[in-house]
């Protein structure tokens, strides 16, 4: 089996957002089931989430959803824990792994879809979507990475390492939607968005 899962990042601390920002409910629903939901209307093949903080009850907000849960017990030590636990989930079969974090909350399916068609056509070691130019998120990241994905810490930057080792070799997409660059860090981020 070979395929394309989607990784959400769901074990952070929200330390800037008034509660945690994953079970804020945004037009009738939290946060996290916003993306999550996105995610699995997508071509990805599956999605994981990973959990850290308030584990529970982010897990419970998905729980009827066909998502495979990992929870991540050194969430505190920072992202590239959780992207490393995601990533051993699936590294035996994925071909490539999109990793997003829970807080860009409204990106819609197509895009993810965007991503992953762009990937099959160029085989590209990373594949972001921007918007305007900026790059944001989802990006993928080709099974060619993965060793360099297990080696990350937060000391290197984590993910942004790979990001600047791969950056000549990457493949952008432009998708003309301010979602993928809007990570929800407080509410005001959400007024940019009309959400709140």
């Given at each position: 089996?070979?395929?394309?899962?989607?990784?959400?990042?769901?074990?952070?601390?929200?330390?800037?957002?008034?509660?945690?920002?994953?079970?804020?409910?945004?037009?009738?629903?939290?946060?996290?089931?916003?993306?999550?939901?996105?995610?699995?209307?997508?071509?990805?093949?599956?999605?994981?989430v990973v959990v850290g903080?308030?584990?529970?009850?982010?897990?419970?907000?998905?729980?009827?959803?066909?998502?495979?849960?990992?929870?991540?017990?050194?969430?505190?030590?920072?992202?590239?824990?959780?992207?490393?636990?995601?990533?051993?989930?699936?590294?035996?079969?994925?071909?490539?792994?999109?990793?997003?974090?829970?807080?860009?909350?409204?990106?819609?399916?197509?895009?993810?879809?965007?991503?992953?068609?762009?990937?099959?056509?160029?085989?590209?070691?990373?594949?972001?979507a921007s918007y305007?130019?900026?790059?944001?998120?989802?990006?993928?990241?080709?099974?060619?990475?993965?060793?360099?994905?297990?080696?990350?810490?937060?000391?290197?930057?984590?993910?942004?390492?790979?990001?600047?080792?791969?950056?000549?070799?990457?493949?952008?997409?432009?998708?003309?939607?301010?979602?993928?660059?809007?990570?929800?860090?407080?509410?005001?981020?959400?007024?940019?968005?009309?959400?709140?």
């Amino acid at each position: 089996m070979s395929g394309i899962p989607v990784i959400i990042l769901a074990a952070g601390l929200s330390t800037r957002f008034p509660g945690n920002k994953l079970l804020y409910t945004v037009e009738g629903k939290p946060l996290i089931r916003h993306i999550v939901e996105s995610a699995l209307n997508s071509k990805a093949d599956e999605v994981i989430v990973v959990v850290g903080h308030d584990a529970e009850k982010v897990s419970q907000q998905i729980s009827d959803l066909d998502v495979v849960i990992v929870y991540n017990p050194n969430y505190r030590v920072g992202m590239s824990e959780s992207v490393k636990k995601g990533l051993k989930a699936v590294y035996r079969w994925a071909s490539a792994v999109i990793i997003h974090p829970a807080d860009v909350a409204f990106v819609p399916s197509y895009i993810f879809n965007k991503v992953i068609e762009k990937y099959l056509e160029t085989r590209a070691p990373i594949v972001v979507a921007s918007y305007k130019g900026k790059r944001g998120h989802p990006i993928l990241f080709s099974d060619k990475l993965f060793k360099d994905i297990f080696s990350i810490s937060e000391e290197t930057m984590g993910l942004k390492y790979v990001t600047r080792k791969y950056a000549e070799d990457t493949v952008v997409v432009e998708t003309n939607s301010i979602e993928v660059i809007v990570d929800i860090d407080t509410i005001d981020d959400l007024k940019i968005l009309g959400k709140a």
